[in-house]
Each structure stands twice: as C-alpha cells, then as structure tokens.
C-alpha cells in the first residue's frame, strides 16, 4: 500500500530501489499501527469482504468475515426483495445485490457519514440502480413486504465498551453500542420488522454471544 502496488509487485518487482518518500510513507502506517492501534483498513481505506473490496473510514464499522453468514442465510432464501437495517459501508447490501441481480434492496442508516461510504462503494460495484438507500434510524421509511430483512446491529453492552480492544474502540460507537444489556436495538428490530416481512419472510440478525435466546 505504501509503495502505491498491489501485494503481488513485491515479488514481480522485488528489486526496485524504495524511495526515500514511500520508506517514510511505510513507517507513518508502521507508528499509527502501533501506537494508536489504528485498524489496518482504516489505514489503507480497503476492507475484502465476500471477495468484493469496499471502501472503510472511521464513519463505519469494519466488514468482518463472520457476517458472512449472513450473506449466505440470505441468499438461501432466494429473496427478491430485501431490506437492510443500518447498512454500514454498504457490504451486506453490495454482496447480495451483486449474487442476486434480479432482487431490490431498501436500506436504512442513521449515519449520514456512513450512507455516503455505502452510496459509494455500491456505486463501484454497480449495483446502485438496486438499491435504495435513506437516511433514517431504524425502520423508518420502509414499505414491506420483504422477503427478507437482514441487520447486523450495535450489540454490546454499554458498559462492555471501555474493556474492548484499542482496535474496535477506534470504530464509531453508534455502530457498537447496544444499550444497556446490549440488547436495545435488537428488541426494537423484532417488534418492529414483522410487519413489514411478507408471510414467509424472515428477519437474520448478528447478535452477540449468549444473546441468542
């Protein structure tokens, strides 16, 4: 990254004299890394995620593999019309938009920093003309029925915050904080998407451990 290349360059091109202004470049990355515990995908502004690549700021949380599995329990449902509540950088809606090129997805996001990094990386991977986007908190502004509504919520407990690593603390607490008993937004999703889901809709949810039950 610092040398401006793709991974592949430091074997292809292996020899090439660093210059002095790309070194300093690397170390820059090397002390923000270090000291801060800055993410590595907020250094670089890049997160993979389902084998597609999207932009990251500070304004939104970090794509992880585990919320793959949503992706892979939404696309089981075949679904035509979807929903995502607090779409992030975009990465749940990009994946199914881009697998299921028949299907519409509406999405929600209180952040309006987020919905910009969203916007844009969906617009890269050219699925934007699917996808329909608004800022609002929750629910608001979206008219069923879904075949599926899919959610990856703030979960963690207020008072759990301060114990996590440097790493996630570095990632915007809306996107975190889950209230109290970490619950919050989650109780608000189940009271509130079953009436926009259509009779054999499903609503798929990223909780926390030991919040299942």
Do not use: H
Not at 10 to 37: G, H, I, N, S, W
Not at 115 to 125: C, D, G, I, M
Not at 163 to 170: A, F, H, Q, S
């Amino acid at each position: 990254f610092a040398l401006g290349g793709g991974g592949i360059e430091l074997y292809t091109a292996f020899d090439k004299p660093v210059e002095a202004a790309e070194r300093e470049r690397f170390r820059e990355l090397v002390r923000e890394r270090a000291q801060k515990r800055t993410p590595v995908a907020y250094l670089v502004g890049l997160r993979e995620f389902w084998s597609l690549e999207f932009n990251v700021t500070s304004a939104v949380l970090i794509p992880r593999p585990e919320t793959e599995t949503l992706v892979r329990e939404a696309l089981a449902c075949k679904p035509r019309r979807i929903a995502e509540i607090g779409i992030g950088s975009g990465a749940i809606t990009g994946a199914l938009a881009s697998e299921l090129p028949e299907a519409t997805i509406d999405a929600t996001e209180i952040s309006a920093e987020a919905l910009a990094v969203a916007t844009q990386n969906l617009q890269r991977l050219g699925v934007a003309d699917r996808c329909s986007l608004q800022c609002s908190d929750g629910v608001a502004g979206l008219v069923g029925p879904y075949d599926v509504i899919v959610s990856n919520p703030p979960y963690i407990a207020t008072r759990e915050l301060e114990g996590l690593e440097p790493e996630v603390r570095c990632e915007p607490v809306l996107a975190l904080d889950g209230g109290p008993d970490g619950l919050e937004m989650l109780r608000r999703l189940v009271s509130e998407t079953p009436a926009l889901l259509a009779p054999d809709g499903a609503l798929l949810l990223e909780v926390g451990i030991g919040q299942s039950d």
